[in-house]
């Protein structure tokens, strides 16, 4: 089943440099209506502000997909 989500009505934060929608309960946003779909646990609309990004920090057992609407990103895994 679909449902409509106006990005209005996500959860997130604003860190700064990171201004994050969350589509799923991730991190301090909490609904327990929204915690995954399927295998699917995250997806995150963010805009990270150019220059910055996030620290170091482990992917375990999990795939990231990244899709960018405008400029560039590079990801790198601490797990090497």
Do not use: C, K
Not at 16 to 22: F, T
Not at 47 to 52: F, M, N, R, T, V
């Amino acid at each position: 089943m679909l449902e409509l989500r106006p990005f209005n009505t996500l959860g997130g934060a604003h860190h700064g440099w990171l201004d994050a929608h969350h589509h799923f309960s991730f991190a301090e946003y909490y609904d327990p209506q929204r915690m995954n779909w399927g295998n699917l646990r995250v997806w995150n609309d963010d805009e990270i502000a150019p220059g910055s990004g996030f620290p170091p920090h482990p992917h375990a057992y999990m795939e990231i997909i990244t899709y960018v609407r405008d400029g560039a990103i590079s990801h790198e895994d601490s797990l090497g």
